[in-house]
């Protein structure tokens, strides 16, 4: 198992940045695909951003493509989200999601992830 904890939302101003984290703790943290999900107030969860788990391939929903980076750093077992130049639209809480899985595969499915972390809120004013 493997435990995931996000860090780093906060307010915003529209076209500001902030960086994400998630920290995971238990089972090797480079056996992990991992994604960022994100679910506004009345809306689905969706997809963010993904990466394998050796991090050498990502993906992106389209709405955040250009703005947004995904990154991992293995031997401090933790992933990142840098977002730029936020929008309002992007107000929700976002979460950070791990799955077991081939070395270079990612994914956007978050029906695949089978741990999640506990959520936190990034809110963009206009």
């Known amino acids: 198992q493997v435990q995931l904890v996000e860090s780093g939302g906060g307010l915003v101003q529209a076209g500001g940045s902030l960086r994400l984290s998630c920290a995971a703790s238990?089972?090797?943290?480079?056996?992990?695909?991992m994604g960022w999900f994100r679910q506004a107030p009345g809306k689905e969860r969706e997809f963010v951003a993904a990466?394998?788990?050796?991090?050498?391939?990502?993906d992106y929903a389209d709405s955040v493509k250009g703005r947004f980076t995904i990154s991992r750093d293995n031997a401090k077992n933790s992933m990142y989200l840098q977002m730029n130049n936020l929008k309002p639209e992007d107000t929700a809480v976002y979460y950070c999601?791990?799955?077991?899985?081939?070395?270079?595969?990612?994914?956007?499915?978050?029906?695949?992830?089978?741990?999640w972390g506990q959520g936190t809120q990034v809110t963009v004013s206009s």
């Open positions: 238990g089972r090797t943290f480079s056996s992990y695909a």
């Open positions: 990466i394998s788990r050796s991090g050498g391939s990502t």
């Open positions: 999601a791990a799955v077991e899985g081939p070395r270079r595969h990612y994914y956007i499915d978050y029906g695949r992830y089978n741990y």
